[in-house]
């Protein structure tokens, strides 16, 4: 298989065809994912609750997110690497510049970050240094202290319309993607028609672009109670590599996510 580059996402889109997003943190299931023929590979500071154990994403560090990405560059078959920005590592644009140079030197193909039209600035100086970007709103759990817990977002009529005006301000900024976490599926749906680069979605519906999922959860072995937009493909599956193709075909299908794993 060829490369997959944001070309071929973008081309997706205006085909109207789905593409998957799954998240590893080290080699050997970064080999797994791409060979399967998942598009694109999350290095996601998700590790700190998963590989670490921490009770949120705040404590990771940019030297945990460099390592972990050069684990999964390694490891890669062609899928598009991207790797999250850290807490606090991208607070001005200057720090998020010199934090995104170093997520791409260690393999990264584009970085995430998490907020709203406050990152415009940003988002536009690193496209015109050619560093593609992927802006996450709605649940942005880097802010959980913020928003006072892990709770849908984007539910009222005004935080609806600031998010729709929030994600058009960054793709017209120079953001190449977005992502949507924990939003009703009729915003999720709206925010994928009034943009045209593509937007992937976790708890956002059946209408985005593309699906994401943290590996342990799909894999049905993360402690504590599975959020209810997940899925655990472990189920019907008869190894690892099997649960990863059948996220994989769901998604390609729009079988996932069903309107119980949606809000
Ligand atoms: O860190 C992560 O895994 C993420 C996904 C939940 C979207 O940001
Ligand atoms: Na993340």
């Known amino acids: 298989m060829s490369n997959i580059t944001l070309h071929t996402l973008t081309g997706l889109k205006q085909a109207g065809k789905k593409f998957t997003v799954l998240t590893a943190y080290d080699s050997t299931f970064a080999h797994l994912i791409s060979s399967v023929g998942i598009e694109m590979i999350l290095v996601g500071d998700s590790l700190g609750m998963v590989l670490q154990g921490q009770q949120s994403t705040l404590p990771v560090t940019l030297e945990e997110m460099v390592y972990h990405t050069t684990s999964v560059a390694r490891g890669n078959q062609g899928a ?39 990152l415009a600035e940003s988002i536009q100086l690193l496209a015109d240094r050619g560093v593609p970007v992927c802006a996450h709103l709605g649940l942005t759990p880097q802010a959980v202290n913020k928003l006072g817990g892990y709770r849908v977002q984007g539910k009222d009529k005004a935080s609806a319309l600031q998010m729709i005006e929030d994600a058009r301000q960054l793709e017209e900024a120079g953001a190449s993607m977005l992502l949507l976490e924990c939003v009703p599926s009729l915003l999720g749906e709206e ?20 699906q994401v999922l943290v590996l342990h959860d799909m894999l049905g072995i993360t402690p504590g109670r599975r959020p209810r937009f997940s899925r655990d493909f472990m189920q019907q599956a008869v190894s690892i590599e099997d649960a990863i193709r059948q996220y994989d075909a769901a998604v390609k299908a729009v079988t996932f996510p069903s309107p119980e794993e949606s809000f």
Not at 191 to 210: C, E
Request: glycine share 10%.
């Open 191 to 210: 925010i994928t028609r009034n943009v045209s680069i593509p937007v992937i979605g976790i708890g956002a519906g059946p209408h985005t672009d593309a």
């Open 80 to 118: 598009m690497i991207m790797a999250d920005l850290p807490f606090m590592s991208y607070a001005t644009p200057e720090q998020c510049m010199a934090s995104s140079a170093r997520l791409m030197q260690a393999g990264a193909h584009l970085v995430k970050l998490e907020g709203g039209s406050w």
